[in-house]
């Protein structure tokens, strides 16, 4: 019963800027990180950029430095600001969420994918 919703994929000339949100909702009874990532076609689904229930952030090398996830924890909500964005950033980008459903249970949830496409 929990499901992760996202928001924010379109269409970007290089160099313009897109943000992506995504919202945890259902049976949660604690959220112990969230991350973004993102898979090209031919390739690997690949991290990139996660934060955990303490704030620790983390960042593929790739995005550094263009890239900012932030979280608001009231809200189960977890967003990435994407700047700068080049051609090769073309992706499906996913939500994705490890969390507690109750005191004791715990899994790992996705979301459905939003298109990224860089192009001018």
């Known amino acids: 019963q929990v499901h992760l919703v996202e928001s924010g994929g379109g269409l970007v000339p290089p160099g313009g800027s897109l943000t992506l949100s995504c919202a945890a909702s259902?049976?949660?009874?604690?959220?112990?990180?969230m991350a973004w990532y993102r898979q090209a076609p031919g390739k690997q689904r690949e991290l990139v950029a996660s934060?955990?229930?303490?704030?620790?952030?983390n960042y593929a090398d790739s995005v550094k430095g263009r890239f900012t996830i932030s979280r608001e924890i009231a809200m189960n909500k977890v967003s990435i600001e994407m700047n700068s964005l080049k051609p090769e950033d073309t992706a499906v980008y996913y939500c994705n969420a490890h969390l507690y459903r109750d005191y004791r249970s715990h899994g790992e949830y996705w979301g459905q994918g939003t298109q990224v496409t860089v192009s001018s």
């Open positions: 259902g049976s949660i009874f604690r959220v112990i990180g």
């Open positions: 934060i955990n229930a303490g704030g620790s952030i």
